[in-house]
């Protein structure tokens, strides 16, 4: 029916002004096609302009547009509105991040995080090859030992999912993580040795419970539980292996 309408309720929440977040309701008009972030965009245009909030390509890609829907986190811009219709929808920044205003959260810790943990190509200054030889190249087993993990968007889904977030603020988090291993995995690269300070510490792989709704929610199947599962494996294997008296210098 053109007259049906599906309420949103949406967190408010001005830190300067507020002593508190609360919650406003909104009808919208209700279109089978229309996904949460159209209903979200409705109101910013024809309600309330002051609505607050991150998106960016509308397309799954970019990844900024993560909210709580109705308690769980998602891409409000793959979520379509006939999932709950007629029931309301409750919105809501993502869990475990400190709010900037409204729906909109901040993101420092998580890119601290993430840049711990070095998420780029390092080679040794001294085996690097001159440009005139060309890239280098990799056979299609070693993209794929990879390429999983490559697909983060860095929408921090997993990081409102993960009970530890919320629990431990130091916690490195399964797309730091997640996108470590990326670049261990990676043939072309030579700073496993560097990462691992990072990935195999108290703060990191060791404070995973595996709970695995990091791996549940991700929008691109990146499972980072099972990234954090094989490192966990493969820094077991490094203290073994450093206790052989044939590895000691």
Not at 1 to 11: A, F, G, Q, R, S
Not at 63 to 85: D, W
Not at 170 to 189: C, H, K, T
Not at 216 to 235: F, L, N, R, T
């Amino acid at each position: 029916m053109p007259d049906e309408k599906i309420t949103l309720e949406i967190l408010r929440y001005h830190p300067e002004t507020d002593e508190e977040p609360s919650f406003q309701t909104f009808e919208v008009p209700y279109h089978e096609d229309w996904v949460v972030l159209d209903a979200i965009n409705w109101i910013k245009e024809h309600v309330d302009g002051t609505l607050t909030y991150r998106w960016s390509c509308r397309m799954g890609v970019c990844g900024s547009c993560g909210m709580m829907v109705n308690g769980t986190p998602r891409l409000t811009c793959a979520v379509f509105l006939n999932e709950f219709h007629p029931e309301p929808i409750k919105i809501e920044p993502l869990a475990y991040f400190p709010v900037e205003r409204d729906l909109v959260t901040v993101m420092d810790s998580f890119m601290e995080k993430l840049q711990s943990v070095k998420p780029w190509l390092i080679r040794n200054e001294d085996e690097e090859k001159p440009l005139e030889e060309g890239e280098y190249l990799q056979s299609p087993a070693e993209l794929a030992s990879y390429k999983q993990f490559s697909m983060c968007i860095n929408c921090m889904l997993c990081y409102a999912a993960c009970p530890v977030t919320g629990l431990e603020s130091e916690f490195v988090g399964p797309a730091a993580i997640a996108l470590g291993m990326r670049y261990n995995r990676d043939s072309r690269d030579q700073g496993r040795e560097q990462r691992q300070e990072v990935i195999a510490s108290h703060d990191a792989i060791w404070n995973c419970t595996f709970v695995g709704e990091c791996s549940v929610v991700c929008p691109k199947d990146v499972d980072p539980a099972g990234a954090i599962q094989q490192a966990k494996v493969e820094s077991t294997i490094d203290w073994y292996t450093s206790l052989l008296p044939w590895t000691k210098k």
